[in-house]
């Protein structure tokens, strides 16, 4: 069985965003969704943690980091947003999405919908 992570509050999240910004990492994109999220019910309906470019996010807490979470990443090369699905922990998501950038949020709120979260 994987192990289980602890989630990170909401306002932890948009912090390590903040800062990596701060920094030159350039992750504006996932602070808007961060952002976006907070000011949604979704904030108290789903539970996150973070790596260096990446969001993962599920609806449990704690949670494991490979088992019914999403992974949220932005690509600033493709400018595109990357949205997997991970059900359980296999080689290669069960659902992926990628989505322009502008389109990010919008598919993202149809994305959590469609998997009823």
Known sequence: MSQLVSSR???SIESHFVDLNSQGWH??????????IKGTSLAQRVFAVTSLDELVISKYTP????????????????????FNYLLEQLPEPEVQRKY??????????????????
């Not at 322009?100 to 979260?117: S, T, V």
């Open 9 to 11: 509050s909401w306002d």
């Open 27 to 36: 992750q504006e994109e996932l602070l808007a969704l961060v952002q976006h």
């Open 63 to 82: 949670f494991a980091i490979h088992h019914e979470v999403v992974r949220v990443r932005y690509d600033r090369s493709q400018q595109a947003f990357l």
């Open 100 to 117: 322009p950038a502008e389109l990010g949020i919008e598919k993202f709120n149809l994305f959590m919908r469609w998997l009823n979260w």
